[in-house]
């Protein structure tokens, strides 16, 4: 065997024989066999990329290393290189392409998994929880992607293992470390907007150490879709993320900390309508994120394998509102979430195909903000076992059970098994069964919330009856619309899954891949109106009132047709229903009104489901690498079909073809080339056909952007 150093140069020994052959393999890539004297006279070796990578390491899964060609469960690897052929700048330019994943705008950049949403969807990364949400959308937006190794999507319930939160599904970002003895980058991005990205890392390793440092800086004017209306739809702002990763390791220790900063500015303007006189306001907007997460890693023998993680991190907003003529004060909303967990996870093997893992941990959340009369805490225990079980060659089982103990809603039990039969080398077929749960948080329990500049209040399902009382005492209570003594404690939202599929390797260049879903959440946590002000507007808070399903399929062709083309297609049917609303269809109580204006009752085919879901989306993706220049070209169409926008007729569903945005297909183009001396240029463009949609504020139109990758390392090497 020949080592080969991490930068994928080595030594050939002087004394084999020319005549002999040598297989070269890399993680990802098809193996290559070439002639011992062919091998001498080049100077570098290109390897194909393995169509599906099904070799790729997953973490996210099962919390262990796992192949990604023996799990159980639907996983899809997003690596380096489909990262930058999206010429995307922050995390959701590169879901948005991916199958089965929908970015919208919901309190920032938003995403979707299987018809569920931002909220049902935990967000790692290298592992870790990321704390800070609005109205339960994590905000894609805020991490920035040149440093990120790769993205381990897992669909499906995951709470058995990681707890509320992950009903949906779990995107695990794996971000780079240091591999060679010394490495520097810098990486420049310009796009239209004015928006720039701009970052440099650092990587040292020494003996056991390896240090990684990087930091980044992004700036955006926004874009506006509705210049006739006073303020931005994407606020001008200005991001810095800093990262740093400590590790040592030995024989049996592996001792890492690593920690992040993170950092935003935004502005923008509104119009505040008082009486009869409209007013202008400033809006100013900062956002603070830091994590620091510390992990021992303790090998006594090739047994055992304890791990103590923890994770501590603080995530603050402010928001300032100023009238423009005077600076006074309009409102003011301050945010801070603290969140620490300490967990220690054993894992034992019990014989050369089971591996049994144990993990107990403790949480502690605090929120202080404007909106909450005091600084609240919950305080929460767990403890998962996990077995994984390769009974035959052809077998691969995993099951899991979790139990949370939480200080708000008590205790949770969260079960999942998940199987794979082998038919052959080709061809896997796989299954899960799981269950999920999402506690409430502290907005639906304790928010006490008043807009100033709309007038409208929002109370938690713990405050809503002193809430409103206190409402009518000062005379602002016109009609009560739902009485407030049926709200009160929320029960944690619930989840049974089925996801059940195959990976279908035709032949060594098509890849074929299939994953059927079926979601039914119970006790869904909706927003409802609980009084008429007396000003027009409406009083809400929470209550379990739903019952949810969705289901559909995800399927995925990669066909490689030569080693300088490759296309992949993908598509995903989805059906999103509330069962209360059927229920209601079915009893003929609810009605509409057709062309004639006469009323009549919603039948089944008039019902379009959740909103905010397309029932068919899909991409087609077509990359080329030209022979003589080494010139990568991606062409991708991304295709988001129709979805419903809002409720016109005033029944509260969607069921009227007026309620439905057109769907659209986005075309993008990338094009990218490494020259000798390690300098990467990329040239291209999103949205080239500028197709527009007015309820999908994420879309900013057609974009234009250039970038450089400058290896500073490498070049000082070569001088």
Same mark, same amino acid.
């Given at each position: 065997?020949?080592?080969?150093?991490?930068?994928?140069?080595?030594?050939?020994?002087?004394?084999?024989?020319?005549?002999?052959?040598?297989?070269?393999?890399?993680?990802?890539?098809?193996?290559?066999?070439?002639?011992?004297?062919?091998?001498?006279?080049?100077?570098?070796?290109?390897?194909?990329?393995?169509?599906?990578?099904?070799?790729?390491?997953?973490?996210?899964?099962?919390?262990?290393?796992?192949?990604?060609?023996?799990?159980? !469960?639907?996983?899809?690897?997003?690596?380096?290189?489909?990262?930058?052929?999206?010429?995307?700048?922050?995390?959701?330019?590169?879901?948005?392409?991916?199958?089965?994943?929908?970015?919208?705008?919901?309190?920032?950049?938003?995403?979707?998994?299987?018809?569920?949403?931002?909220?049902?969807?935990?967000?790692?990364?290298?592992?870790?929880?990321?704390?800070?949400?609005?109205?339960?959308?994590?905000?894609?937006?805020?991490?920035?992607?040149?440093?990120?190794?790769?993205?381990?999507?897992?669909?499906?319930?995951?709470?058995?293992?990681?707890?509320?939160?992950?009903?949906?599904?779990?995107?695990?970002?794996? %971000?780079?470390?240091?591999?060679?003895?010394?490495?520097?980058?810098?990486?420049?991005?310009?796009?239209?907007?004015?928006?720039?990205?701009?970052?440099?890392?650092?990587?040292?390793?020494?003996?056991?150490?390896?240090?990684?440092?990087?930091?980044?800086?992004?700036?955006?004017?926004?874009?506006?879709?509705?210049?006739?209306?006073?303020?931005?739809?994407?606020?001008?702002?200005?991001?810095?993320?800093?990262?740093?990763?400590?590790?040592?390791?030995?024989?049996?220790?592996?001792?890492?900390?690593?920690?992040?900063?993170?950092?935003?500015?935004?502005?923008?303007?509104?119009?505040?309508?008082?009486?009869?006189?409209?007013?202008?306001?400033? !809006?100013?907007?900062?956002?603070?994120?830091? &994590?620091?997460?510390?992990?021992?890693?303790?090998?006594?023998?090739?047994?055992?394998?304890?791990?103590?993680?923890?994770?501590?991190?603080?995530?603050?907003?402010? !928001?300032?509102?100023?009238?423009?003529?005077?600076?006074?004060?309009?409102?003011?909303?301050?945010?801070?979430?603290?969140?620490?967990?300490?967990?220690?996870?054993?894992?034992?093997?019990?014989?050369?195909?089971?591996?049994?893992?144990?993990?107990?941990?403790?949480?502690?959340?605090?929120?202080?903000?404007?909106?909450?009369?005091?600084?609240?805490?919950?305080?929460?225990?767990?403890?998962?076992?996990?077995?994984?079980?390769?009974?035959?060659?052809?077998?691969?089982?995993?099951?899991?059970?979790?139990?949370?103990?939480?200080?708000?809603?008590?205790?949770?039990?969260?079960?999942?098994?998940?199987?794979?039969?082998?038919?052959?080398?080709?061809?896997?077929?796989?299954?899960?069964?799981?269950?999920?749960?999402?506690?409430?948080?502290?907005?639906?329990?304790?928010?006490?919330?008043?807009?100033?500049?709309?007038?409208?209040?929002?109370?938690?399902?713990?405050?809503?009856?002193?809430?409103?009382?206190?409402?009518?005492?000062?005379?602002?209570?016109?009609?009560?619309?739902?009485?407030?003594?049926?709200?009160?404690?929320?029960?944690?939202?619930?989840?049974?899954?089925?996801?059940?599929?195959?990976?279908?390797?035709?032949?060594?260049?098509?890849?074929?891949?299939?994953?059927?879903?079926?979601?039914?959440?119970?006790?869904?946590?909706?927003?409802?109106?609980?009084?008429?002000?007396?000003?027009?507007?409406?009083?809400?808070?929470?209550?379990?009132?739903?019952?949810?399903? %969705?289901?559909?399929?995800?399927?995925?062709?990669?066909?490689?047709?030569?080693?300088?083309?490759?296309?992949?297609?993908?598509?995903?049917?989805?059906?999103?229903?509330?069962?209360?609303?059927?229920?209601?269809?079915?009893?003929?109580?609810?009605?509409?009104?057709?062309?004639?204006?006469?009323?009549?009752?919603?039948?089944?085919?008039?019902?379009?489901?959740?909103?905010?879901?397309?029932?068919?989306?899909?991409?087609?993706?077509?990359?080329?690498?030209?022979?003589?220049?080494?010139?990568?070209?991606?062409?991708?169409?991304?295709?988001?079909?129709?979805?419903?926008?809002?409720?016109?007729?005033?029944?509260?569903?969607?069921?009227?073809?007026?309620?439905?945005?057109?769907?659209?297909?986005?075309?993008?183009?990338?094009?990218?080339?490494?020259?000798?001396?390690?300098?990467?240029?990329?040239?291209?463009?999103?949205?080239?056909?500028?197709?527009? &949609?007015?309820?999908?504020?994420?879309?900013?139109?057609?974009?234009?952007?250039?970038?450089?990758?400058?290896?500073?390392?490498?070049?000082?090497?070569?001088?």
């Amino acid at each position: 065997m020949i080592k080969v150093s991490a930068d994928g140069s080595f030594e050939l020994p002087d004394h084999l024989d020319p005549a002999s052959w040598v297989e070269i393999t890399a993680m990802g890539y098809d193996p290559l066999k070439v002639q011992l004297k062919d091998l001498r006279s080049v100077s570098a070796i290109n390897l194909n990329e393995r169509v599906g990578q099904l070799n790729e390491i997953v973490v996210s899964a099962t919390r262990t290393d796992r192949s990604l060609e023996n799990l159980p !469960m639907p996983v899809t690897i997003i690596g380096k290189s489909q990262i930058q052929e999206t010429g995307g700048m922050r995390l959701s330019e590169v879901l948005r392409e991916q199958t089965g994943l929908q970015v919208i705008a919901d309190h920032g950049a938003g995403l979707q998994m299987q018809g569920l949403s931002s909220d049902y969807i935990l967000i790692l990364l290298d592992g870790e929880p990321l704390v800070g949400r609005t109205a339960g959308t994590f905000d894609l937006d805020r991490l920035a992607v040149s440093n990120i190794e790769r993205i381990e999507v897992l669909r499906g319930p995951s709470s058995a293992i990681y707890g509320s939160e992950a009903m949906a599904g779990v995107i695990n970002i794996i %971000t780079k470390s240091s591999q060679h003895v010394v490495s520097a980058n810098l990486d420049a991005r310009f796009r239209s907007f004015n928006t720039s990205d701009v970052s440099a890392d650092l990587g040292l390793t020494k003996s056991d150490w390896s240090v990684y440092a990087y930091i980044n800086h992004y700036a955006t004017d926004g874009f506006d879709l509705t210049p006739e209306v006073v303020g931005m739809t994407q606020s001008p702002f200005q991001a810095n993320t800093g990262q740093v990763k400590i590790g040592r390791k030995s024989n049996k220790w592996d001792i890492k900390v690593y920690s992040r900063l993170y950092r935003e500015n935004s502005t923008n303007a509104m119009e505040v309508r008082e009486g009869s006189n409209q007013r202008l306001v400033d !809006m100013q907007g900062q956002r603070n994120d830091l &994590n620091l997460n510390p992990t021992v890693s303790f090998r006594p023998n090739e047994h055992w394998l304890l791990t103590l993680r923890t994770m501590s991190s603080v995530f603050e907003t402010e !928001m300032l509102s100023l009238f423009q003529e005077d600076d006074s004060l309009l409102d003011r909303q301050d945010f801070r979430q603290q969140y620490h967990r300490s967990e220690l996870q054993i894992d034992h093997q019990l014989a050369k195909k089971q591996l049994l893992t144990l993990g107990l941990g403790h949480l502690i959340e605090s929120v202080d903000a404007t909106r909450y009369d005091d600084k609240n805490r919950f305080d929460a225990g767990y403890m998962f076992l996990q077995h994984q079980w390769d009974p035959t060659e052809k077998w691969n089982l995993v099951s899991g059970i979790r139990a949370d103990i939480h200080s708000q809603y008590g205790r949770q039990v969260s079960p999942k098994v998940s199987a794979m039969y082998a038919f052959n080398g080709k061809f896997r077929w796989q299954a899960s069964i799981g269950a999920g749960f999402k506690a409430p948080d502290f907005r639906q329990l304790l928010l006490n919330f008043n807009n100033a500049s709309s007038g409208y209040y929002v109370f938690g399902a713990n405050l809503v009856q002193d809430g409103i009382q206190r409402l009518q005492s000062q005379g602002l209570v016109q009609q009560i619309l739902l009485e407030p003594g049926q709200f009160g404690a929320l029960e944690a939202e619930t989840s049974r899954a089925v996801n059940t599929g195959f990976r279908w390797n035709i032949h060594k260049d098509l890849l074929f891949t299939g994953n059927f879903f079926l979601n039914h959440i119970t006790n869904l946590i909706e927003t409802a109106p609980v009084a008429r002000l007396t000003s027009g507007q409406n009083a809400f808070s929470y209550l379990n009132v739903a019952s949810v399903v %969705t289901r559909g399929l995800e399927v995925d062709w990669n066909y490689r047709l030569s080693a300088s083309l490759q296309l992949s297609l993908g598509y995903m049917f989805l059906d999103a229903q509330d069962l209360d609303v059927v229920a209601k269809i079915s009893n003929g109580e609810l009605f509409t009104r057709d062309a004639q204006n006469r009323t009549r009752r919603v039948t089944r085919a008039d019902y379009g489901g959740l909103f905010n879901r397309s029932r068919h989306s899909g991409n087609i993706k077509v990359n080329y690498r030209e022979q003589h220049t080494d010139i990568h070209v991606a062409l991708r169409g991304i295709y988001r079909g129709r979805f419903g926008f809002g409720d016109l007729n005033g029944n509260m569903i969607l069921d009227d073809p007026s309620e439905y945005a057109r769907g659209l297909t986005a075309w993008n183009i990338t094009l990218h080339k490494t020259l000798s001396n390690g300098l990467t240029l990329e040239l291209g463009g999103t949205n080239l056909l500028n197709q527009l &949609n007015t309820f999908d504020p994420t879309n900013p139109g057609r974009t234009l952007f250039a970038g450089a990758r400058i290896p500073l390392h490498q070049l000082v090497k070569n001088n």
